[in-house]
């Protein structure tokens, strides 16, 4: 069962993301339904519609994680499971870490994460040398980050062989316009 991208909005709506993680999740979505549908154009069986769903959902407790420190993967699959979609919850649970490397709905929306740094697509290593600048500051987390991104490069060389693509080619999507007219214009968060 995949829930409504309208369901998907409300809950967004009520969680209070902030409009900067909106527009990374939106990206997100952008980079995974392109993804998604090169694969099922090359022949790979993939749930669009829940992979979209996933990615718009992906970091439905982000800001949550920051009050409490808690792993927002992990509350935003047990989010999803509460409301009855564990399979969106699985997906969402896993979009920081994978535990396989099975070409799924859930690799696409991981990868898609890694290549999107706020609100635009950029390569693995520009990703990954942020995230090492803003949460590398212990030998730990560093080590985490460099195991996150050769899982990530391994990710990148099945997707990009499977559907035939460049990913350097993803970058191109930052060309194009905002697809938030399509789902209530900029002042989709405002309260009125």
């Known amino acids: 069962m995949i829930p409504s991208r309208r369901w998907a909005f409300d809950i ?25 549908y090169m694969l099922i154009k090359a022949g790979r069986n993939l749930d669009i519609r829940l992979i979209d769903r996933a990615a718009l959902l992906h970091d439905i407790c982000k800001m949550d994680s920051i ?6 993967a992990l509350m935003g699959r047990q989010l999803m499971e509460k409301l009855g979609y564990p399979r969106l919850g699985e997906i969402i649970g896993q979009h920081v870490v994978l535990e396989s ?18 609100d635009r697509v950029v390569t693995l290593s520009q990703r990954f040398v942020d995230l090492m600048d803003r949460y590398g500051k212990d030998d ?37 316009p905002g697809d938030y007219p399509l789902y209530g214009g900029y002042g989709f968060l405002r309260k009125d």
């Open 101 to 118: 490397l099975r070409l799924n709905e859930t690799m696409v929306v991981n990868y898609a994460d890694k290549r999107v740094m706020h």
């Open 67 to 72: 009050d409490t420190g808690n792993n927002h």
């Open 140 to 176: 730990g987390k560093a080590e985490m980050i460099l195991a996150l991104y050769k899982q990530a490069t391994e990710e990148e060389s099945i997707i990009t062989e499977m559907a035939g693509l460049d990913p350097l080619w993803l970058n191109n999507l930052n060309l194009i």
């Open 12 to 36: 967004i709506r009520g969680s209070g993301m902030p409009y900067h993680i909106f527009c990374h999740s939106m990206m997100v979505r952008r980079v995974s339904v392109i993804i998604a």
